[in-house]
């Protein structure tokens, strides 16, 4: 991804619903830049439509309508084949719901894109210990993700997204199930990853810490931006 500007999304809707009667607005006429290096939040009240727009982002959603660019890449016009593998080798994600393979153990886990990526045995092993101290689950290699807390669970798929430093973060509240002295050391790590490998980071949050902590504040209300702060 060579693009300065890492996502343009021009006129982006999102509909839900077959008919005139049932459609509902997810996203209307989003239009928005945001460049290499950038660390952003998305805030808003819920299904103000955060989600809907990381997902697309992602391209794990089509938009209704509008043109959506990723490093240069029109998204819309690229087959799911290629779209996985710009997932795979550029944008790490972080769920709401951790999306853990359950038979894998947290080592397995984290490293499983390092796999899919063909990178060298030493080289994952290397990271995936640099990324569980990180996240402060050295010892727990072995364990699976069913015998683990909700917050530990989610400080892996935390691990797992950052591992391969894609150069596209893209959170959905990624402290929610956090407590505060956790999440704020994971959010410090992240602006690190920010300022050394100028990865991108894109959040959709309600914490506070959060928005204290980015550099960029864009507020949605019923699937419009209503505000754009640029805190640099």
């Given at each position: 991804m060579t693009s300065r500007n890492l996502i343009e999304?021009?006129?982006?809707?999102k509909t839900f619903?077959?008919?005139?009667?049932?459609?509902i607005w997810a996203l209307k006429n989003i239009n928005l830049t945001i460049e290499k290096g950038e660390f952003t939040s998305l805030v808003g009240p819920s299904g103000s439509g955060k989600s809907t727009l990381l997902n697309i982002v992602s391209g794990l959603e089509r938009p209704s309508g509008g043109a959506i660019f990723l490093g240069g890449h029109n998204i819309r016009e690229l087959s799911s084949k290629e779209l996985a593998r710009i997932r795979r080798d550029h944008i790490g994600l972080i769920f709401q719901a951790y999306n853990l393979i359950p038979v894998l153990t947290v080592k397995e886990n984290i490293e499983y894109v390092m796999l899919l990526q063909r990178a060298d045995k030493e080289k994952r092993k290397k990271r995936v210990e640099e990324m569980l101290e990180m996240v402060n689950l050295s010892g727990f290699e072995k364990r699976y993700p069913p015998e683990?807390?909700?917050g530990q669970q989610q400080r892996v798929a935390i691990a797992r997204a950052m591992v391969g430093r894609p150069d596209l973060i893209l959170?959905?509240?990624?402290?929610?199930?956090?407590d505060s002295k956790t999440g704020s050391a994971l959010i410090d790590t992240m602006k690190d990853l920010n300022k050394v490998f100028q990865m991108t980071f894109v959040f959709s949050t309600h914490d506070p810490m959060i928005m204290e902590k980015a550099n960029r504040l864009i507020t949605l209300h019923d699937g419009e931006i209503v505000s754009d702060e640029n805190r640099i």
């Open positions: 999304m021009k006129n982006i809707s619903g077959t008919s005139e009667e049932t459609k683990l807390s909700g959170a959905d509240e990624p402290t929610a199930n956090i």
